[in-house]
């Protein structure tokens, strides 16, 4: 409310609620520390997990920050805004999703004490701007080059990112698989991760899980007698039904004699048959198609020892068609050897109950498939997150070729380093470097508290070892001792830090920058809200 002349001016419904200055600073700060405080126990090998379940009683287990923010309800916009950058994280970097949302919280706590200084908030996000830039001139000087074409790197960065992310049994033989398919994928545009076609199949062990070289589908051959295999594979993809057309209104046919009726089935069934002998004039031998299939094609396909998927998703369809180069068919009158894919084998395989189609050897190399395997279907789907995280890992190392060690050990250094630099900084911005370098050591602080060590002994022992130079020594979290990461086979690209220093600053600017936060209670069109509930319309839910 505004006045001019003595008479007040109303700017905001009486129904707006509205908060600003410090307080609509503090409100934002408390609800993205809130979030930050859900995920910070999760960080690291030994950190705990989350059992997340929904309003129909549905229940995922995971370690995974992204994951975790993606499916809890969250109403705050401040802490929205935190969700915001696990995902941008996720999509860049693949990893490291944790670490920038507790970055996040850290660098806007820290700010709030700055401000209790009476800092201005402009200062602290220029001051927070210059350490970034400086944190990330660091990382590039601490990063190690590896030799991408070796698998021994990667291996080491596929097994950081899949330990304690529940599949530590495994975790050798997971690595393995995830550089295996990481490298198919990989061509000099960069590698594609999307390209690698995961499926989950409940059942057997996380060990279990394999990789195909090639496509492989949820379907099983439709007729007993048809071959389980077939090696030099002719692939036919069809996508109109294989069975007689029904017409679309109801038609009679008066048929008076047994010979007309006779006249009429015989008809049928030779239509089919032209329509098998056509596929098997192309030369095909392995019949894949989007919709039905008649019993009778099913008979004949057998007959001509043809085997035969029906019913296949489409974006199956055309991932073998990508994979073996055949094309996908309308018309099967009008089929032809060209249209026809190769793969060096097509077989049918059993994992625990179910069967699968495996196209194996196909002609496009970088067609690869993993199978996820585990005993319950929490399992499988924890597995496949570890897996989509570390193909991502390799994949940034593979890309940029540049690497640093783990368990804390890279904020350690950049603390150290970043503090020594703010004393060459004249003014308030100071105290903001010096912020953003404590923010940094909340890092190697909660992977100690996540492993029930303490961590103030901890990360003074951690300073002093980098005050000596020892640029890569970090916490071993297993022995509760320090130790070099290198050495350790802990490293991670170095595109996951530098993403989640990106983006934790990204979120505390933009949160700093607000002063003032407005609850419109107008309800969106066509929504209306119950009499007696509060109403927040336009985006804009309640403040906590
Ligand atoms: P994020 O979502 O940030 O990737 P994680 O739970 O995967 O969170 O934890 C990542 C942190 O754990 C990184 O700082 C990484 O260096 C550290 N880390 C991973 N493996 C080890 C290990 N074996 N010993 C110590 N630290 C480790
Ligand atoms: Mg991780």
């Known amino acids: 409310m505004a006045t001019m002349?003595?008479?007040?001016?109303?700017?905001?419904?009486q129904d707006a609620t509205r908060s600003k200055g410090r307080e609509a600073q503090h409100n934002n700060i408390s609800a993205a520390m809130a979030v930050a405080e859900a995920v910070r126990t999760t960080l690291g090998p030994r950190g705990m997990d989350k059992m997340l379940v929904d309003m129909l009683g549905d229940v995922v287990v995971t370690n995974d920050g992204a994951t975790i923010l993606k499916e809890i309800d969250i109403e705050h916009p401040a802490a929205k805004m935190i969700v915001e950058i696990s995902k941008t994280q996720d999509e860049e970097a693949g990893d490291g999703t944790t670490t920038a949302v507790v970055l996040a919280g850290e660098l806007l706590k820290r700010a709030e004490n700055l401000t209790d200084l009476d800092v201005h908030p402009t200062v602290i996000i220029s001051g927070y701007s210059i350490a970034l830039a400086k944190a990330k001139e660091i990382l590039e000087e601490i990063a190690i080059n590896v030799e991408t074409s070796g698998d021994e790197a990667l291996l080491k960065i596929a097994k950081t990112s899949l330990t304690g992310k529940g599949v530590d049994v495994a975790h050798g033989h997971l690595s393995e698989i995830v550089v295996n398919a990481a490298r198919a994928v990989a061509d000099e545009y960069g590698v594609d991760i999307d390209q690698i076609n995961v499926e989950r199949k409940v059942g057997g062990k996380v060990n279990d899980t394999l990789m195909i070289d090639g496509v492989a589908i949820d379907k099983d051959k439709v007729h007993a007698s048809m071959p389980d295999s077939v090696k030099n594979a002719k692939i036919a993809l069809i996508n109109s039904s294989m069975e007689v057309k029904k017409t679309e209104f109801s038609a009679e046919i008066a048929i008076k004699t047994p010979d007309q009726l006779q006249a009429f089935l015989d008809e049928e069934e030779a239509t089919l048959r032209a329509m098998v002998e056509k596929v098997r004039d192309s030369g095909a031998n392995v019949v894949v198609c989007q919709k039905g299939m008649d019993d009778l094609v099913q008979f004949y396909l057998a007959k001509n020892d043809i085997l035969g998927l029906r019913r296949v998703k489409k974006s199956d369809m055309e991932r073998i068609g990508r994979a073996t180069g055949a094309k996908i068919i309308t018309n099967i009158d009008a089929i032809s050897a060209e249209d026809l894919g190769e793969a060096d084998l097509v077989e049918e395989r059993k994992f625990g109950d179910e069967k699968m189609t495996i196209f194996e050897g196909c002609l496009d190399p970088k067609a690869v498939s993993i199978?996820?395997?585990?005993?319950?279907?929490?399992?499988v789907a924890e597995t496949d997150r570890a897996i989509h995280d570390a193909l991502k890992a390799v994949g940034c190392a593979i890309e940029d070729g540049k690497v640093v060690?783990?368990?804390?050990?890279?904020?350690?250094?950049?603390?150290?380093?970043?503090?020594?630099?703010?004393?060459?900084?004249?003014?308030?911005?100071?105290?903001?470097?010096?912020?953003?370098?404590?923010?940094?050591?909340?890092?190697?602080?909660?992977?100690?508290?996540?492993?029930?060590?303490?961590?103030?002994?901890?990360?003074?022992?951690?300073?002093?070892?980098?005050?000596?130079?020892?640029?890569t020594v970090g916490i071993d979290v297993y022995t509760g001792e320090l130790s070099d990461m290198w050495e350790k086979g802990v490293i991670e690209p170095l595109r996951v830090k530098r993403q989640a220093l990106d983006s934790a600053v990204d979120v505390t600017t933009m949160l700093l920058r607000i002063d003032d936060v407005i609850?419109?209670?107008?309800?969106?069109?066509?929504?209306?809200?119950?009499p007696g509930e509060p109403c927040y319309g336009g985006g804009m839910p309640p403040m906590m």
């Open 405 to 471: 060690a783990g368990g804390g050990s890279p904020e350690v250094e950049l603390a150290m380093r970043l503090r020594s630099y703010s004393s060459e900084l004249k003014g308030r911005e100071q105290l903001a470097v010096k912020a953003f370098a404590d923010a940094l050591e909340t890092i190697p602080k909660t992977l100690a508290e996540n492993s029930g060590l303490d961590q103030v002994d901890k990360l003074v022992e951690l300073r002093a070892m980098h005050q000596k130079g020892q640029k």
């Open 519 to 530: 609850a419109v209670s107008k309800a969106p069109e066509g929504e209306t809200c119950a």
């Open 371 to 379: 199978i996820v395997r585990g005993g319950t279907e929490h399992v």
């Open 5 to 13: 002349g003595g008479s007040p001016i109303i700017v905001l419904s």
